[in-house]
């Protein structure tokens, strides 16, 4: 049973950095596509990164503007999603998302997820 435990959220300002961790167990991640989700209060789920298993391909959301990286560390089975310039928009609950298929940016083809890490950036 694979296991995804997000870490590294929690208040910042506006204009600050966040470094988030997912780490998996139970299940060697390197060959599947791993994501980052968001979900704001009263929204729907969002696609937010993603990066193939080897880490040589990646892709992100339009509205990010290259402020979010998202990377992973095989060896340690983990995830990273570091996070710049942040704003008050992207107060959500940020969700790490492991894909055994091809790289998507829907929730759907996800086939399972850690339980989310809260971030949000206020003054």
């Known amino acids: 049973q694979v296991q995804l435990v997000e870490s590294g959220g929690g208040l910042v300002q506006p204009g600050g950095s966040l470094r988030l961790s997912c780490a998996a167990s139970?299940?060697?991640?390197?060959?599947?596509?791993m994501g980052w989700f968001r979900q704001a209060p009263g929204k729907e789920r969002e696609f937010v990164a993603a990066i193939s298993g080897s880490g040589s391909r990646t892709a992100s959301a339009d509205f990010l503007k290259d402020r979010f990286t998202i990377s992973r560390d095989n060896a340690k089975n983990t995830v990273y999603l570091q996070m710049n310039s942040l704003k008050p928009e992207d107060t959500a609950v940020y969700y790490c998302?492991?894909?055994?298929?091809?790289?998507?940016?829907?929730?759907?083809?996800?086939?399972?997820w850690g339980q989310g890490t809260q971030v949000t950036v206020s003054s």
């Open positions: 998302a492991g894909d055994t298929g091809s790289m998507s940016v829907s929730a759907s083809s996800y086939d399972y």
């Open positions: 139970g299940r060697t991640i390197s060959s599947d596509v």
